[in-house]
T-cell receptor
């Protein structure tokens, strides 16, 4: 069965510093991969997704992620953290046939320190 | 705004009771998914419907059931509620294309006392 692992349940960075949130998947066939963000008391908002094609994916709010098949990873980065980035981030995978349920990682809470 | 609506936003009820959560997908989306988010289990898939038919089942308890109606809205029924059912329940919808994104509603927060 597919699984998603997010390393670090809590990451803390200074404002202006690099944000790196790690995600690894386990699947013999590369799945579709997603990053969602959840602000307090809100639903999940899509940041970016990888299905096929270019392995470096750009998303909203300056975030990007790179699909690395050899490392089974899909880490999320942002060059410079902003206070408004403080939220819970979820990595998710879907089988590459699409239209199937998402398997989520346990989430990483990002704190941004002024 | 994702275009997915869920009602009610909050629900407080007692153990043993039954509740119904409602979801309206984005216009034109045929797939509806239900997920449960709890502190101990994280985000877990419950059930998926596609154009009125059940398509996939996850870790959904027998006390829980769902359906999708001809107008494509969906309802999740939770019965014989237990304290451990307290959670945030999300609905998501997607289109027919295999690369379609799942868009999430704001969720229904259920508290069982």
């Amino acid at each position: 069965a597919q699984s998603v692992t997010q390393l670090g349940s809590h990451v803390s960075v200074s404002e202006g510093a690099l944000v790196l949130l790690r995600c690894n998947y386990s699947s013999s066939v590369p799945p579709y991969l997603f990053w969602y963000v959840q602000y307090p008391n809100q639903g999940l908002q899509l940041l970016l997704k990888y299905t096929t094609g270019a392995t470096l994916v750009k998303g909203i709010n300056g975030f990007e992620a790179e699909f690395k098949k050899s490392e089974t990873s899909f880490h999320l980065t942002k060059p410079s953290a902003h206070m408004s980035d403080a939220a819970e981030y979820f990595c998710a995978a879907e089988t590459s046939s699409g239209n199937t349920p998402l398997v989520f990682g346990k989430g990483t809470r990002l704190s941004v320190i002024a | 705004d994702s275009g997915v609506t869920q009602t009610p936003k909050h629900l407080i009820t007692a153990t043993g009771q039954r509740v119904t959560l409602r979801c309206s997908p984005r216009s034109g989306d045929l797939s509806v998914y239900w997920y449960q988010q709890s502190l101990d289990q994280g985000l877990q898939f419950l059930i998926q419907y596609y154009n009125g038919e059940e398509r996939a089942k996850g870790n959904i308890l027998e006390r829980f059931s769902a359906q999708q109606f001809p107008d494509l809205h969906s309802e999740l029924n939770l019965s014989s509620l237990e304290l451990g059912d307290s959670a945030l329940y999300f609905c998501a919808s997607s289109g027919w294309d295999s690369q379609e994104t799942q868009y999430f509603g704001p969720g229904t927060r259920l508290l069982v006392l």
